[in-house]
Nanobody, 123 residues
Framework: QVQLVESGGGLVQAGGSLRLSCAASGRISMYTMGWFRQAPGKERDIVAGITRSGGSTYYAASVKGRFTISRDNAKNTVILQMNKLIPEDTAVYYC?????????????????WGQGTQVTVSS
């Protein structure tokens, strides 16, 4: 079992950057990790995912080229670097862990979740 805590959210102007961190209480090396986001009235969708070793990543089309996911298994940390932010990126961002080596995009396949961090991008 692992507990996840996100940090780094906030208010930023369009075009700016934010760096989200996900700190885990346990070892994350056995988990596929993902970042999801949920805007008001919308479903929780995957933003980016990364396999156990970090060798493979996935990005939603809307963030590809702007966001970068990375992990440090030694520090039990997952990072989402967000650049060139746009107002449409405004949402609560969640870190999630999946007890499988397979990277999937469905939120229902992730076992552990953080409490979320708010990201607001002003125009």
């Amino acid at each position: 079992q692992v507990q996840l805590v996100e940090s780094g959210g906030g208010l930023v102007q369009a075009g700016g950057s934010l760096r989200l961190s996900c700190a885990a209480s346990g070892r994350i090396s056995m988990y596929t990790m993902g970042w999801f986001r949920q805007a008001p009235g919308k479903e929780r969708d995957i933003v980016a995912g990364i396999t156990r070793s970090g060798g493979s990543t996935y990005y939603a089309a809307s963030v590809k080229g702007r966001f970068t996911i990375s992990r440090d298994n030694a520090k039990n940390t997952v990072i989402l670097q967000m650049n060139k932010l746009i107002p449409e990126d405004t949402a609560v961002y969640y870190c999630a862990a999946r007890s499988s080596m397979v990277l999937t995009t469905s939120s229902s396949s992730y076992n552990y979740w953080g409490q979320g961090t708010q990201v607001t991008v002003s125009s």
